[in-house]
């Protein structure tokens, strides 16, 4: 069992040479540039990994679009248990034992949390950066959940309509770990109407400002960070808005590098190709226009059309030698194109749209793909060849009628977990799911019941009525019509 598992975890760590560290943090929202949403734990205090349900505090309010019921987990190790943070619709974030469900701490905001928070292993520990609908950023102990400080975008007004804040990002600026984060703040007074979209950096261990860029009036994704810049600078900045524009920022100073216009909505982070030269990034739009582009200037190297939104961010994993951008589509397909050239590779057809951002597994079999549709089901993907190796039936929504298009839901991640394969998603049935991947791919998950039986159930109760009714029809016209002796016996 001790080799089984050694040999898993050097898989993961040889098939995803950008994935998190052992024991490392998950600095943006998809852990890594490449958006594969995998990581490695080493966790000597957390029990066996097993598979476990999470209700959070079950309050449930009516539907709004923008809002999802869980955000998209973060998985770190603090005090020495494997940690799986995420915030709900409940205004709450939360902390739970990522090997057995157990509840670690919550903390409690003043609005929805929709983003992904994520973590940072830093000085005094590992720290859980988490954003709120309230406005505010919130700095956490990731091992107690106290906070350690917390930062408003805007100062409160009677007059304030809201705000949707991004998920972060960690990295570097001015020499010194950063968070950055995009916010949309709007007001609703007749004399102060607006909207404001831009990007802040915050020194990770203060929440000291450190610059803050204004790029519109628009909702924006969360941002990843690529180090090693443009010029000599340090780090750069990606990230796309609901008006279409995608933008490379300095992550230094905030100044905007470069930025190109789409022909819908971005609603998700873009994606890095970190082992290619140079550096290229993967983005779709609701127009369901997928664009491989030059990291460096914008320029476009090869475009592809789905045939529906894309709402989830792309992954870029290596198989066979061979870089891949993974992304799921509203057209009920999950797509495979060759980061060199955006030729088709594979596509594998699910029973309802994708929503999700797909998250990359390792396994002793290679690479698996995990995405979430809406047909209720987490599915597990061979990223060789597009063949469905499993999947699980994760609940219906809690709403009758939600806006698809109008809300980022969870998306699954992936680790190993002291040498056991797992998948975590947060569904919109109001739950926190973790699978072990075993049993994901041997067909042990749970499926939704099937409405064929239902549907057959009419023409048989319909044929056994009409067999009841011959059968006494056939009776009747036995005994013939009644005699006159018997009709005079009666009387």
Known sequence: MRRAACGLTLALVTLLPVTARAGGDWPMFRANPANQASAVLVAGASPAARAWTFDGGGRV??????????????????????????????????????????RLWSYTTGDGVYSAPVLWNGPAGLVAFAASSDRMLYALDAASGRRLWIYAVADFRPTLGG???????????????AVFFGHWVWDRSLAGNQQEGGVTALDAESGAVLWKRLLGDNELTAPIFVAGGHGGRGGTLYLGSTDGSLAALDADHGEVLWRRTELDAIRSAPAAATAMRPLRLLTASKAGLVRCLDAATGAEAWRYQVGDWVTGSPAVLRVRERDLVVLGSYDRSLYALDVLDGSLVWRTFTRGGIHASPAVAATERGPVVLTSSWDHHLYAVDAKDGAILGK???????????GLENSNWSSPVAAVLNGVGMSYVGSYDGKLYALPLAELLDGRGHFERSNLAFWLSFPIS??????????????????????????????
Request: hydrophobic residues 45%.
């Open 163 to 177: 705000a949707r804040l991004s998920a972060p990002a960690v990295g570097t600026a001015r020499g010194r770990a």
């Open 462 to 491: 319909l044929s056994l009525v009409t067999l009841v009714a011959l059968l006494l029809t056939w009776r009747h016209r036995r005994r013939g019509p009644p005699t006159a002796s018997s009709a005079a016996a009666g009387a």
């Open 61 to 102: 309010f009516g539907f709004e679009p923008g809002m999802t019921v869980w955000s998209s987990p973060a998985l770190g190790v603090a005090g020495g248990r494997a940690v799986l943070v995420a915030g709900s619709y409940d205004h709450n974030v939360y902390a739970v034992d990522a090997a057995s469900g157990e």
């Open 392 to 402: 699980r039936y994760t609940g219906r929504p809690l709403w009758d009628t939600v």
